[in-house]
């Protein structure tokens, strides 16, 4: 199953309207149907062509963009190395580290403003205290350092980076 963007969607009913006022209407519906696919079928791939929506594969699409601008080189990336490219070198360590859930399934919630990734330390050291619900404090780290990372909201165990990863 295909998906098909609003955009699409519009640009497909403009094309089935046109479709019908080009269709010549006879006594055979049938006539009409056929007559009135093939003008939907030509509308419809005229508009998604002019609007730039056709489909292609992608070494098609990398074949015309070679074609485009000549001397290109063809860069294959992943998640991962866009969001190393996107974070700057002095980005502090919980901003690099990945966001991820344990295994258990257990997974903390942040209640006000996050303020970056949650990082999967959290995850194991709020479980183990039995923890759901914790304040993101990262922000004001660098004006006090001390501070814990990670408040909860009941309760108000502390949570800070395990000295391993500092």
Known sequence: ?????????IITQVAAKIAADLTPKTDDLMVNIANWNIAFEATTEALLTVHGMTKSEPAVTTERILEAFQGSTVVTTTPEM???????????????????????????????????PIP??????????????VWDNRDGLSANPKRPWFKAVEGGAGFWEPRAKR
């Open 1 to 9: 199953m295909s998906t098909v963007s609003k955009d699409q969607s």
């Open 82 to 116: 866009y969001v190393n490219a996107t974070q700057p070198a002095s980005a502090p360590t919980w901003a690099k580290e990945a966001v991820s859930a344990p295994a258990g399934g257990f997974q903390v919630r942040i209640k006000g403003q996050q303020h970056g």
């Open 120 to 133: 999967a330390w959290l995850h194991k050291e709020c479980a183990a205290k039995g923890v759901s619900e």
